[in-house]
């Protein structure tokens, strides 16, 4: 069956550009989470989403960052003004319902900001 | 903070040798995870223990979690050139994962 699946799987942009990445979650799966990993670095928590509710977005880590999901379905990770910083895989991953559950992640987006 | 700490950061053993990685965290948690990273990409789900479990298999894997202690091991056991991989650990308590740095596990042919 289909899984997580993100694009583009790479992106060059330069810095102070906008750049717009996508996340199609399994279907029926009610939550839907986006995690950043630094190169050598453990994943850090950005944002998550389930069903209808607000979502948390503690994770954050600017103003610059922003999602938004459409239903229970595609995500999109925005971020603005691209800084080198921002360099990472930005992975998704989505479950059945928020919490307890096994997290399937996708294979994530390369962005690189020169 | 939150974050899972492993334990070790790198790893290297024959292959056929078995190999403990460790993960200690801070806060109550509903469950922790363990999870496999191949060239820093994806990750594949491996084993998924509950607060109140004390220990799983899956295969060749074991998981031990000592919540008093606020730590958990993986065991592989009989290691294959195929395991090499970053490993992480996750702990869960409020929807969200929080993530170890991981260890790098490289097993020799």
């Known amino acids: 069956g289909a899984g997580v699946s993100q694009s583009p799987s790479n992106k060059v942009t330069e810095k102070g550009k906008d750049v717009e990445l996508r996340c199609d979650p399994i279907s029926g799966h009610t939550a839907l989470y986006w995690y950043r990993q630094r190169l050598g670095q453990g994943l850090e928590f950005l944002i998550y989403?389930?069903?209808?509710?607000?979502?948390?977005k503690s994770g954050l880590p600017s103003d610059r960052f922003s999602a938004e999901r459409t239903g229970e379905s595609v995500s999109t990770l925005t971020i603005q003004r691209t800084q080198q910083e921002d360099s990472a895989v930005y992975l998704c991953?989505?479950?059945?319902?928020?919490?307890?559950?096994?997290?399937?992640f996708g294979p994530g987006t390369r962005l690189l900001v020169l | 903070s939150q974050q899972g700490e492993e334990d070790p950061q790198a790893l290297s053993i024959q292959e056929g040798e078995n190999a403990t990685m460790n993960c200690s965290y801070k806060?109550?948690?509903?469950?922790l995870q363990w999870y496999r990273q191949n060239s820093g990409r994806g990750l594949v789900h491996l084993i998924l223990i509950r607060s109140n479990e004390r220990e799983k298999h899956s295969g060749r894997l074991r998981v031990t979690l000592d919540t008093s202690k606020k730590s958990s091991s993986l065991l592989i056991t009989a290691s294959r050139a195929a395991d090499t991989a970053s490993y992480f650990c996750a702990i869960s308590n409020t929807g969200k994962l929080i993530f170890g740095q991981g260890t790098t596990l490289q097993v020799k042919p």
């Open positions: 989403f389930q069903g209808n509710s607000a979502p948390d």
């Open positions: 991953a989505s479950s059945l319902v928020l919490g307890g559950e096994t997290q399937y």
């Open positions: 806060t109550s948690i509903n469950n």
